[in-house]
């Protein structure tokens, strides 16, 4: 596995350690370098060893995963030990990172909805469109709003790099080895072409899922709610299209429109906790509209090399997305204007995001010893939350407008030492106009306002190599989101309240330090990190079981961890994986000003121990093996103990056989042991309704060919 961890920059000044000119100047650093998109570090051709860590999911890892499962989640979790495990449901609530949300990208556009987070940003794209996955841990600002616990950028396939055609066409099917009605299957096209200053790449991605099983056969609940992936059809198209003006500027546009609806012919039958029995589901026809995502994103992106000395990257974009919730006769969606008895009805999250990027770096100052990039984004998010049955608004418009220039620089005094820093400063403006609340909530009117915010987030960050195998690093820097501005505000119930008077709209500024050493051999290479993140005014997810859904609190927030990895080769062919990950979060549940209650498991990740084994036996064959333990926890509130997490591990693996001619062939099987297990939220936070097992054991046969 060709999985690359390395410390990369301090957050923000991620855009700049590691220049050509500084790498060729300490010819005693030996260490690997590992090359980074510019979409993620803001840094045209940055690589080098940086005072952060940065894990890249290169196409080969990717593909391991996805011979075992489909979903994308659970690939990032299986190399990521700090990310939390996935619900295996189409929301990725409570998949954090180091204790934060992530901020999804796709090629620097941002995927992930501060103002309403409907947990759908993990599912924006095919899989088939991916060519590697680059992961900046721990809160930044380097990207602007929404990166509390980190960036996960998805970078999408390229073009040939020469003149010339390539097509890639993989088609798959899988099916659990007990239960019913567990079929599933999809196909991929892909195109990617160059010939002369133009280039091509485009693709199609179709996909049918089947009902999931546990490991005693039994179909797991849907979650009509939230949206499942079960009983699911999903489709993707994708669009590159460049021209290089000459060997220095060049133009891309790229669109990708996906879409993945549910079918709607199950329903859930509720488990129950207390006799741990999980939630199973039935046939019949969900009321309403099953739940769905539609996602656009689109971006033109504009580079010129020499520009006044150094390079300039310009990216205007545009996403939309429309996120439909299942339906119920839920407590909040009474109202009694609608008529006595139960009103049945459904929500829909809908936002726009537009913004643009521009950055100028400039390499070989001060005798190479120093490079600086200047820049500034720009950027405009208007959501809402609707209830589509009654056309009411649960969430009223709200658009956030922010601006944010930036300086980092990043110096060389000894060729043994980089220093990094650098300011941001963040300008930002929330427009709400004059709303009603629901009845449920004592339907009050709300004033509406427009507070602004600014913030100035400052990076500082060093390496010190000791030696051409040994260095160690340390970095601080500050991440700047919102809180769920949307839960927020549809959840106000007293009158004479306003929007620019309301505390809990107050943004979520983290620091985050990180310290640690690496050491890279010839056949070994190992990194051990430890990181704290506090936030004064934090925002923590709390579950309301009557009703199906997540409320914030406003708490002060302290979340810290370990993080250690290992690779062996020991033999040509053969290497040998290992990651462990400690995780520990606490906040002021009673707002006395003191840390006294555990986050739980919409909030954290359980300690985690993941192993691999790749072997490739021969020209012809080759075979993986992973194996993840989630560790046991018990969870406190006030000294109470308020939940547990009885733990679990999961093996699966895959077989591949390269025909040549015929194409690659792998069967991959998930959960080999066909262990029996309630997934980590649903033990922790779930209740009767959303008791969730895990997937029992899957076996999948995968096609490619690449001609």
Same mark, same amino acid.
């Given at each position: 596995?060709?999985?690359?961890?390395?410390?990369?920059?301090?957050?923000?000044?991620?855009?700049l350690?590691?220049?050509?000119?500084?790498?060729?100047?300490?010819s005693?650093v030996t260490l690997?370098?590992?090359?980074?998109?510019?979409s993620?570090l803001r840094?045209?051709q940055?690589?080098?060893?940086?005072?952060?860590?940065?894990?890249?999911?290169?196409?080969?890892?990717?593909?391991?995963?996805l011979?075992?499962?489909?979903?994308?989640?659970?690939a990032?979790g299986?190399?990521?030990?700090?990310f939390?495990?996935?619900?295996q449901?189409?929301?990725?609530?409570?998949?954090?990172?180091?204790?934060?949300?992530?901020?999804y990208?796709?090629?620097?556009?941002?995927?992930?909805?501060?103002?309403?987070?409907?947990?759908?940003?993990?599912?924006?794209?095919?899989?088939?469109?991916?060519e590697?996955? $680059?992961?900046?841990?721990?809160?930044?600002?380097?990207?602007?709003?929404?990166?509390a616990?980190?960036i996960?950028n998805?970078?999408?396939?390229?073009?040939?790099k020469?003149d010339?055609v390539r097509q890639?066409?993989?088609?798959?099917?899988?099916a659990?080895?007990?239960?019913?009605d567990?079929?599933?299957?999809?196909?991929?096209?892909?195109?990617?072409?160059?010939s002369?200053?133009f280039e091509?790449?485009?693709?199609?991605?179709?996909?049918?899922?089947g009902?999931?099983?546990?490991?005693?056969?039994?179909?797991?609940?849907?979650d009509?709610?939230q949206?499942?992936?079960?009983?699911?059809?999903?489709?993707?198209?994708?669009?590159?299209?460049g021209?290089?003006?000459?060997?220095?500027?060049?133009l891309q546009l790229?669109?990708?429109?996906f879409d993945?609806?549910?079918?709607?012919?199950?329903?859930?039958?509720?488990?129950?906790?207390a006799?741990?029995?999980?939630?199973?589901?039935?046939?019949?026809?969900?009321?309403g509209?099953?739940?769905r995502n539609?996602v656009?994103?689109?971006?033109?992106d504009?580079?010129?090399?020499?520009?006044?000395?150094?390079?300039?990257?310009?990216?205007?974009?545009?996403?939309?997305?429309? $996120?439909?919730?299942?339906?119920?006769?839920?407590?909040?969606?009474?109202?009694?204007?609608?008529?006595?008895?139960?009103?049945?009805?459904?929500?829909?999250?809908?936002?726009?995001?537009d913004?643009?990027?521009?950055?100028?770096?400039?390499?070989?100052?001060l005798?190479d010893?120093?490079?600086?990039?200047?820049?500034?984004?720009g950027?405009?998010?208007t959501?809402?939350q609707e209830?589509?049955?009654?056309g009411?608004h649960?969430v009223?418009?709200?658009t956030?407008?922010?601006?944010?220039p930036?300086?980092?620089?990043?110096?060389?005094?000894?060729?043994?030492?980089?220093?990094?820093?650098?300011?941001?400063?963040?300008?930002?403006?929330?427009?709400?106009?004059?709303?009603?609340?629901?009845?449920?909530?004592?339907?009050?009117t709300?004033?509406?306002?427009?507070?602004?915010f600014?913030?100035?987030?400052?990076?500082?960050?060093?390496?010190?190599?000791?030696?051409?195998?040994?260095?160690l690093?340390?970095?601080?820097?500050?991440?700047?989101?919102?809180?769920?501005?949307?839960?927020v505000l549809?959840?106000?119930?007293q009158p004479?309240?306003?929007?620019?008077?309301?505390?809990?709209?107050?943004?979520?500024?983290?620091?985050?330090?990180?310290a640690?050493?690496?050491?890279?051999? $010839?056949?070994?290479?190992a990194r051990?990190?430890?990181?704290?993140?506090?936030?004064r005014?934090?925002?923590?997810?709390?579950?309301?079981?009557?009703?199906?859904?997540?409320?914030?609190?406003r708490?002060?927030?302290?979340?810290s961890?370990?993080?250690?990895?290992?690779n062996?080769?020991?033999?040509?062919?053969?290497?040998?994986?290992?990651?462990?990950?400690?995780?520990?979060?606490?906040s002021?549940?009673?707002?006395?000003?003191?840390?006294?209650s555990?986050?739980?498991?919409?909030?954290?990740?359980?300690?985690?121990?993941?192993?691999?084994w790749?072997q490739?036996?021969?020209d012809a064959?080759?075979?993986?093996?992973q194996?993840?333990?989630?560790?046991s926890?018990?969870f406190?509130?006030?000294?109470?103990r308020?939940?547990?997490?009885?733990?679990?591990?999961t093996?699966?693996?895959?077989?591949k056989?390269?025909t040549?001619?015929?194409?690659?062939?792998?069967?991959?099987?998930?959960?080999?042991?066909?262990?029996?297990?309630i997934?980590?939220?649903?033990?922790?936070?779930?209740?009767?309704d959303?008791?969730?097992?895990?997937?029992?054991?899957?076996?999948?046969?995968?096609?490619?060919?690449?001609?």
């Amino acid at each position: 596995m060709s999985l690359a961890v390395r410390p990369l920059v301090p957050l923000l000044a991620l855009a700049l350690a590691g220049t050509a000119q500084a790498a060729d100047q300490i010819s005693a650093v030996t260490l690997e370098r590992v090359e980074v998109s510019e979409s993620t570090l803001r840094m045209p051709q940055s690589q080098g060893a940086l005072p952060t860590t940065i894990t890249v999911i290169t196409a080969e890892d990717l593909r391991q995963q996805l011979a075992i499962n489909p979903d994308l989640s659970d690939a990032i979790g299986a190399l990521l030990p700090s990310f939390a495990p996935s619900t295996q449901k189409l929301s990725s609530r409570g998949q954090t990172l180091r204790g934060r949300n992530p901020l999804y990208m796709i090629d620097g556009v941002p995927q992930s909805s501060p103002l309403r987070n409907g947990s759908r940003d993990a599912y924006t794209i095919d899989p088939a469109m991916i060519e590697r996955i $680059e992961i900046v841990e721990g809160s930044n600002a380097m990207q602007g709003l929404g990166a509390a616990g980190g960036i996960i950028n998805i970078i999408t396939r390229r073009a040939p790099k020469r003149d010339g055609v390539r097509q890639e066409v993989t088609a798959n099917a899988s099916a659990p080895t007990r239960g019913g009605d567990g079929l599933g299957y999809g196909a991929s096209y892909l195109l990617a072409a160059r010939s002369g200053a133009f280039e091509l790449v485009a693709g199609a991605a179709w996909r049918q899922r089947g009902m999931y099983s546990d490991a005693k056969g039994r179909l797991i609940g849907v979650d009509g709610t939230q949206g499942d992936l079960m009983d699911s059809t999903s489709t993707d198209g994708f669009l590159k299209l460049g021209y290089d003006f000459t060997d220095t500027r060049h133009l891309q546009l790229t669109v990708n429109r996906f879409d993945l609806k549910g079918h709607g012919d199950y329903t859930a039958v509720p488990g129950d906790m207390a006799n741990d029995l999980p939630t199973t589901s039935v046939r019949g026809k969900q009321p309403g509209d099953a739940p769905r995502n539609r996602v656009l994103t689109s971006s033109l992106d504009y580079r010129d090399t020499a520009l006044a000395g150094g390079e300039l990257r310009a990216q205007l974009y545009h996403q939309k997305n429309r $996120e439909l919730f299942g339906g119920g006769t839920f407590g909040t969606f009474q109202d009694p204007d609608y008529g006595p008895g139960l009103l049945f009805d459904q929500s829909q999250n809908v936002s726009t995001k537009d913004g643009a990027r521009l950055s100028w770096a400039r390499r070989g100052l001060l005798d190479d010893k120093l490079t600086v990039l200047a820049g500034a984004d720009g950027y405009r998010d208007t959501t809402f939350q609707e209830l589509t049955h009654t056309g009411r608004h649960w969430v009223p418009d709200s658009t956030y407008t922010g601006w944010a220039p930036f300086l980092q620089a990043e110096y060389w005094p000894l060729h043994t030492l980089s220093l990094s820093g650098g300011l941001r400063r963040e300008h930002g403006t929330l427009d709400v106009s004059t709303f009603r609340t629901l009845a449920a909530y004592n339907g009050v009117t709300v004033q509406g306002g427009s507070p602004s915010f600014s913030k100035t987030l400052p990076n500082l960050g060093a390496v010190w190599y000791l030696t051409g195998q040994l260095n160690l690093f340390a970095s601080y820097a500050e991440g700047y989101t919102l809180p769920d501005v949307g839960r927020v505000l549809r959840a106000i119930n007293q009158p004479g309240q306003s929007v620019a008077d309301f505390l809990d709209l107050k943004p979520v500024v983290s620091d985050n330090r990180e310290a640690g050493v690496e050491y890279l051999g $010839e056949r070994a290479g190992a990194r051990l990190s430890y990181y704290v993140s506090r936030s004064r005014l934090g925002s923590v997810l709390v579950f309301d079981a009557p009703n199906q859904v997540y409320n914030v609190m406003r708490q002060r927030v302290s979340i810290s961890g370990w993080e250690a990895r290992a690779n062996w080769q020991p033999l040509d062919g053969t290497r040998l994986d290992a990651s462990f990950a400690i995780n520990r979060g606490r906040s002021d549940r009673n707002g006395d000003g003191r840390i006294d209650s555990d986050l739980d498991g919409a909030n954290i990740a359980p300690n985690r121990l993941n192993l691999s084994w790749t072997q490739r036996w021969n020209d012809a064959w080759s075979s993986y093996l992973q194996l993840s333990h989630l560790y046991s926890r018990d969870f406190s509130t006030l000294g109470q103990r308020t939940a547990h997490f009885d733990g679990y591990g999961t093996a699966d693996a895959y077989v591949k056989w390269h025909t040549g001619s015929a194409g690659d062939w792998t069967l991959g099987v998930q959960n080999l042991a066909n262990k029996q297990y309630i997934n980590y939220v649903s033990q922790t936070v779930g209740d009767d309704d959303s008791y969730y097992a895990g997937r029992g054991r899957v076996v999948s046969l995968t096609w490619q060919q690449a001609f």
